[in-house]
Nanobody
Framework: QVQLVESGGGLVQAGGSLRLSCAASGRTLSSHAMGWFRQVPGKEREFVAAISRIGYSTYYAESVKGRFTISRDNAKNQVYLHMNSLKSEDTAVYYC???????????????WGQGTQVTVSS
């Protein structure tokens, strides 16, 4: 069983940058496609970015395209979300998730981390 733990969230000013990390334990990460999602209170969990098992394919939500980059280091069993030019509307709890094959749908992911809060002040 893979366990996922996110880190790197925090408070940042608009226009700033953060890097989120997702560490996996229990099984090698290279057997899973990975996704980042975010959620604000009262709203559904929203797709942010996803990366295939080896990293050859990536997908992004339109709202973050050109500002966020998803990457992975399978040797370190980690996935990252590099967030630049942050906006107040990026404020949310960010979750990483794993599944065997690439997907942008939160309902298709069966392994989730506990989330990390990102707050962007304007």
């Amino acid at each position: 069983q893979v366990q996922l733990v996110e880190s790197g969230g925090g408070l940042v000013q608009a226009g700033g940058s953060l890097r989120l990390s997702c560490a996996a334990s229990g099984r090698t990460l290279s057997s899973h496609a990975m996704g980042w999602f975010r959620q604000v209170p009262g709203k559904e969990r929203e797709f942010v970015a996803a990366i295939s098992r080896i990293g050859y394919s990536t997908y992004y939500a339109e709202s973050v395209k050109g500002r966020f980059t998803i990457s992975r280091d399978n040797a370190k069993n980690q996935v990252y979300l590099h967030m630049n030019s942050l906006k107040s509307e990026d404020t949310a709890v960010y979750y990483c998730a794993a599944r065997p094959f690439l997907s942008t749908s939160s309902g298709e992911y069966d392994l989730w981390g506990q989330g990390t809060q990102v707050t962007v002040s304007s």
